[in-house]
């Protein structure tokens, strides 16, 4: 009985240590995010919704200025918990290199310079048995005098909602990582926007999520039908929506994955 109970200690000591160490790595993760006053120097109207399954997450927005464009990301990391958070480290960390070297200001350029650096980081040739972590992507280049936006994706979509129309950028099909496919370039999509236009970058935890009576996925069609009913709600408003709308879908099922959706509106 005193062997099992000093078993049981060293387990619960064990899961305190392990908790403070995700907590810690947490609060990192939350560090090298953009902060809230940052963004809102950039952006007068958005919102961010951000859940985590775990207390790290592979999900990770990202947002900079450089000269007179503004770049906006969702990155989506395979995995989550511990080894998503590492990649979204990266990932943000690569991000800021890209914006530090000259040359133009490109969605999809930015995207193929992150691909570069994924893959050696990962030591990835190509080959079949290798390492095939990655990335999914959605990222924005914003020119606020003209109003002009550029947009790539590696396997996520940018959506746009003007006046309660709702239109899908499609991204590409592969990611930034390795790929079973010889690696192409990302495409760019230019978008001119209008004031009152909102645009919202995902990772696809929304709509992957189970639940409902049924418990199947949320999936795409309902996630883009709430969007257009929200959309002339206030940001924060839009926020809250989103986030009782997931509960009450969750219900008592677990969380499958992170959760982020990133919404702007351009005045």
């Known amino acids: 009985m005193k062997e099992n109970t000093l078993t049981r200690e060293k387990l619960l000591e064990q899961r ?5 160490s995700l907590k810690y790595a947490s609060f990192i993760q939350r560090a090298v995010l953009p902060d809230q006053k940052y963004m809102e120097n950039l952006f007068k109207e958005f919102f961010i919704f951000h859940q985590p399954r775990d207390i790290v997450s592979g999900d990770f927005y990202y947002c900079s200025r450089k000269e007179d464009h503004i770049v906006v990301a969702v990155g989506d990391c395979t995995g989550h918990g511990v080894p998503g958070a590492l990649m979204s480290i990266m990932g943000i960390s690569f991000l800021n290199e890209i914006l530090n070297i000259r040359g133009t200001i490109r969605s999809s350029r930015i995207l193929n310079l992150l691909r570069e650096r994924v893959m050696k980081a990962l030591h990835q040739k190509g ?4 390492n095939k972590d990655a990335m999914d992507m959605a990222l924005c280049v914003f020119h606020p005098r003209s109003g002009k936006l550029q947009f790539s994706g590696a396997n996520n979509p940018l959506y746009h909602i003007r006046n309660k129309v709702l239109t899908e950028i499609k991204a590409d099909k592969m990611p930034v990582g390795i790929d079973a496919i010889e690696e192409n370039s990302f495409t760019s999509h230019t978008l001119q926007l209008k004031a009152g236009d909102i645009v919202y970058l995902f990772s696809d ?4 999520q189970f639940g409902g009576p049924e418990n199947k996925k949320f999936k795409y069609g309902p996630f883009r039908e709430l969007l257009i009913r929200i959309s002339d709600l206030s940001m924060e408003e839009q926020r809250k929506e989103l986030d009782l709308v997931m509960s009450e879908w969750k219900g008592h099922e677990p969380q499958v994955d992170d959760i982020l959706v990133f919404g702007i509106r351009f005045i």
């Open 127 to 130: 080959y079949e048995l290798e």
């Open 205 to 208: 935890g929304y709509p992957d």
């Open 16 to 20: 305190r240590e392990l908790m403070a």
